[in-house]
């Protein structure tokens, strides 16, 4: 329930759907990386924040490792739809990643292009290793093969947003995801 009630047209992953997927990841990374000291979380800006936020959470639930959080903004789509392919890097990491472990969570991997960069970005920087995490990918989206060693759900290639993913920057704080009505488009 919420002011954007009216503009969605269906709810895809609801957020007890949400919360369980959440959960099962976590329990898999904290079984993959149990014994790893210096785990360092880097979070996707804006679209990542909801699933940092409850994933660094889960995965301390889950008997995981101790970590730190880092932020990176980076932004490929601007205001549109579709991803321009075009990167750029709006918050950098505040600290040296050399010899850390990091997991890099994402939202969605949609075209790819965006992770793909980034995973280039990292490894250049000399992190220990390098593994995603991201709740939602688009199979039948994917430009740029690139390697998602955890994934959440795999959607169709619809427009969707809710839990973080926006449309012209709004939309992020809807609980669940959905699929917008047309109209809301043509405004
Ligand atoms: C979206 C999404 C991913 C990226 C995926 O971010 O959050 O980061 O696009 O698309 P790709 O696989 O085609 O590169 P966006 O650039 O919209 O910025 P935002 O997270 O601030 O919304
Ligand atoms: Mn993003
Ligand atoms: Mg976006």
Redesign the pocket.
């Known amino acids: 329930m919420g002011w954007y009630d009216a503009d969605i047209e269906r709810v895809i992953i609801t957020e007890d759907e949400l919360r369980a997927k959440v959960s099962e990841l976590a329990k898999q990374v904290a079984t993959d990386y149990e014994s790893v000291d210096g785990l360092l979380l880097v979070c ?5 924040v909801m699933f940092m936020a409850d994933f660094s959470r889960a995965l301390a639930a889950a008997g995981g490792p101790a970590v730190e959080l880092e932020f990176m ?5 601007g205001q549109g739809t579709t ?1 321009s392919g075009v990167v750029r890097i709006i918050k950098d990491l505040d600290r040296d990643i050399a010899g850390k472990h990091v997991i890099v969570i ?10 793909s960069w980034l995973l280039r970005y990292l490894e250049s920087r000399s992190a220990k290793s390098v593994d995603v995490v991201a709740l939602f990918r688009k199979p039948d ?1 994917i430009k740029v093969p690139v390697p998602v060693k955890y994934v959440g759900f795999d959607i169709p290639n619809e427009f969707v947003v809710g839990y ?3 449309y012209s920057e709004r939309y992020r704080e809807v609980p669940f995801v959905g699929i917008l009505h047309p109209d809301v488009y043509s405004r």
Request: proline share 0%; aromatic share 4%; hydrophobic share 45%.
């Open positions: 996707v800006l804006k679209g990542a903004a980076v932004s490929s789509y991803s994402e939202d969605i991997v949609d075209s790819g292009l965006t992770l989206a973080g993913l926006d």
